[in-house]
């Protein structure tokens, strides 16, 4: 069955689990791992992203069709995972540099590679996934929206609701934050002597 | 331009969403500045590195898990209006009886136009359901304005809308518009058998304690013959009645629903 997505939608307005199921098909990855991204946790973001699934079912009598339909979708995933991670603010995880897998270990800076070569190590992409979790979820949100997934400005503006300006400055703003957790983290290793 | 501004502009620069003249400005700046060149180079691979991050696959279970959970939905959402009637069963009574009161009244002229009143109390009462959550889920919602979410409390399955749990039976029966007439009558009688006492009207649904799930679908089979009866256990709560702490099974629920096919 290979219906417009349009179509896929109406019939999923009248309970139509078949279709809804092959509408959402396109988009459940992307709501689990922008989930992933924002908790950390892949239970965490089973349990969100089930969620967020079944109120897209719930309430898509609500999508009113002004945006496009992923940017709807996009707009619950992201409520659903900053409104989750409010509610345990009050328990905050204390800062480990560890994961599930095991110990992380701090890369040592390689002073021969050229800046470049040397941050875009996979260690620094392991590094980056725990200090996001270190940044409050308004600004966490932005670096997975626009670093991550590689969303512009404007499609940002319309999943969070937010203007452009705010967009703009959340997104710089959260880019320090995010530099400065991995360099407090001394996980840059900079070399302050390259010039 | 000093340092400050060129920090202001960078992540602009690396969008390439500055003009010209800022993006001139800005590489004049960090050609001269090493400082400034370092926080660029820096700020440039840590976004290369997230853009490399890449997704994880879907756990196995994800859409068998899913479809279990909308089959659920649907049934919920099927249920909630026999369920509304059901909890204001004594309210819309009340209403009707009011109603025949006034239309008798005002058939011998004492008030004009009345009985509409009972209908209105009992939508006003209907409305009161998952608001929070409808305002969420807006195309208006605000990002921060986001109501709780039960995400990860997986005992509340909706919001607002009623009594069911996800620690429930539901009892699908289905049967034929000759068997239902031939039957209904002992499957109520049964069914009072079990609450203790009279139900006066014959919905299609109905609520017993969960201990007595089997032996509903165990009259139902031997004793009237009616074999199309799906059972969806619940999910969440142990089968066993006697595994949970005293007090708390009067919480949990067998729904019947009886569906007349043509
Ligand atoms: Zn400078």
Not at chain 2, 70 to 75: C, D, N, P, S, V
Request: some cysteine.
């Amino acid at each position: 069955m290979n219906y417009p997505e349009k179509e896929l939608v109406r019939k999923s307005r009248n309970g139509d689990i078949e279709a809804f199921e092959s509408l959402i098909q396109s988009y459940e990855k992307r709501i689990f791992n922008i989930a992933y991204r924002m908790t950390g946790d892949r239970e965490d973001a089973y349990d969100i992203s089930q969620e967020v699934c079944i109120k897209i079912y719930k309430f898509i009598k609500k999508f009113r069709g002004d945006s496009s339909f992923g940017t709807w979708v996009y707009r619950i995933t992201s409520n659903v995972c900053i409104d989750e991670l409010r509610k345990r603010k009050a328990n905050v995880i204390p800062f480990t540099i560890t994961n599930p897998e095991g110990e992380y270990e701090i890369p040592v800076a390689d002073r021969d590679k050229l800046p470049d070569e040397a941050y875009e190590s996979k260690e620094l992409s392991e590094a980056i996934r725990l200090c996001l979790l270190q940044l409050e979820p308004k600004y966490r949100v932005m670096i997975v929206l626009k670093d991550i997934y590689g969303y512009k400005y404007e499609e940002i503006s319309k999943i969070l609701n937010i203007n452009m300006g705010t967009v703009k400055s959340r997104i710089n703003r959260a880019r320090k934050l995010l530099k400065d957790e991995l360099e407090a983290g001394n996980l840059l290793g900079t070399n302050p002597s390259k010039k | 331009m000093k340092c400050s501004d060129a920090e202001k502009l960078l992540s602009a620069y690396i969008d390439g969403t500055l003009n010209d003249d800022d993006k001139a400005k800005f590489e004049e700046h960090i050609d001269n500045c090493s400082a400034c060149r370092r926080e660029y180079h820096i700020m440039n691979a840590m976004i290369v590195s997230c853009r490399k991050l890449g997704d994880i696959d879907l756990p196995e279970n994800f859409r068998h898990d899913l479809h279990e959970r909308l089959i659920k939905e649907k049934r919920l959402k099927k249920r909630s209006i026999y369920r509304f009637i059901g909890k204001y069963k004594a309210l819309v009574a009340a209403c009707l009886m009011l109603a025949v009161v006034l239309g008798t009244a005002a058939g011998i002229g004492l008030f004009g136009g009345s009985p509409k009143r009972s209908a209105s109390t009992a939508q006003s009462q209907k409305a009161s359901g998952s608001a929070k959550d409808e305002k969420m889920i807006s195309n208006d919602a605000k990002l921060f304005s986001a109501p709780s979410s039960p995400a990860l409390d997986r005992k509340s399955p909706e919001n607002g809308t009623g009594t069911a749990n996800s620690s429930d039976n539901f009892v699908n029966v289905n049967i034929s518009k000759a068997e239902y007439d031939k039957y209904s009558k002992d499957i109520i009688s049964f069914i009072e058998s079990i609450e203790g006492q009279k139900i006066s009207s014959t919905p299609l649904q109905y609520t017993i304690p969960k201990k007595f799930t089997s032996e509903f679908i165990s009259k139902m089979k031997d004793s009237f013959k009616i074999y199309d009866v799906m059972v969806t256990p619940a999910d969440s709560a142990p089968e066993n009645d006697d595994a949970r702490p005293k007090g708390e099974s009067a919480e949990y629920k067998a729904i019947i629903q009886i569906n007349i096919n043509e």
